[in-house]
Nanobody, 122 residues
Framework: QLQLVESGGGLVQAGGSLRLSCVASGIMFSTYIMGWYRQGPGNGRETVAAITSGGSTNYSDSVKGRFTISRDNAKSTVYLQMNSLKPEDTAVYYC????????????????WGQGTQVTVSS
């Protein structure tokens, strides 16, 4: 059974950095498209970044140039390096996985982690 466990969230000042990790189990990780999503207070869920099994990436305009998604297939782990954090980045960040890229692209991947809170103070 697929399980996704995020870690690395916390409280950081504006301009700071955090690295989120998501460890997957129960799947052939290398074949999955992985995504990071977030939901801020009072906001809908937003796609942050995604990475294909081949390592191709895409980002939302709001994080492009500040965030970097990467994966280590040997460790079944996907990362989100977040730099130059802003208060508007405050949200619960979720890791998600699917074998169909379209599901990840439209924000409806089949499997989700429990989320990790990121709070950016001004």
């Amino acid at each position: 059974q697929l399980q996704l466990v995020e870690s690395g969230g916390g409280l950081v000042q504006a301009g700071g950095s955090l690295r989120l990790s998501c460890v997957a189990s129960g799947i052939m990780f290398s074949t999955y498209i992985m995504g990071w999503y977030r939901q801020g207070p009072g906001n809908g869920r937003e796609t942050v970044a995604a990475i294909t099994s081949g390592g191709s990436t895409n980002y939302s305009d709001s994080v492009k140039g500040r965030f970097t998604i990467s994966r280590d297939n040997a460790k079944s782990t996907v990362y989100l390096q977040m730099n130059s954090l802003k208060p508007e980045d405050t949200a619960v960040y979720y890791c998600a996985a699917d074998t169909a890229s379209n599901n990840v692209r439209i924000g409806k991947p089949g499997s989700w982690g429990q989320g990790t809170q990121v709070t950016v103070s001004s």
